[in-house]
């Protein structure tokens, strides 16, 4: 077996592509300055039907937040606080694992599979969404 396919088998490959991945996440969050106003639009449902998806403002609310302002994170997407919080401790965790300290990554994967809790998160990001319409709606 190669080198490659022996690290791709081991404990550690799983912690470090979340690592990477949630570190790149937390990174551009913070390097990037996404327009409070944008013109154009990168999402194909509120160019279709002129409203918000469940997820628009996610990517402004991380900026926001990653740079520590709260009150315009939750002014962009109620969830971005609380997203931009479960990346943060999922990075962390995946850094723990990283270096052999696996409870805080296997309670997190414990997590990311539980159905319940899945159902749970979807369902208040679709009550979210539609209070967010019934905003729009009715102002």
Wanted: glycine letters at 8%; one cysteine or more; charged letters at 15%.
């Amino acid at each position: 077996m190669r080198k490659l396919d022996k690290w791709i088998n081991s404990s550690l490959a799983l912690p470090w592509a979340v690592f990477i991945f949630l570190g790149a996440t937390l990174l551009i969050s913070y390097f990037y300055h996404a327009d409070p106003h944008p013109r154009v639009s990168l999402c194909i449902f509120y160019n279709l039907t002129k409203l918000p998806c469940p997820g628009c403002g996610m990517t402004r609310s991380f900026c926001s937040i990653a740079k520590g302002d709260l009150l315009a994170s939750f002014q962009f997407h109620g969830l971005g606080p609380v997203m931009f919080v479960g990346v943060f401790f999922g990075w962390l965790a995946s850094l723990l694992a990283i270096f052999h300290i696996r409870k805080p990554f296997e309670f997190l994967k414990l997590l990311s599979t539980n159905e319940l809790l899945i159902k749970t998160g979807l369902s208040v990001l679709g009550i979210h969404w539609l209070i967010r319409l019934i905003m729009i709606f009715f102002k």
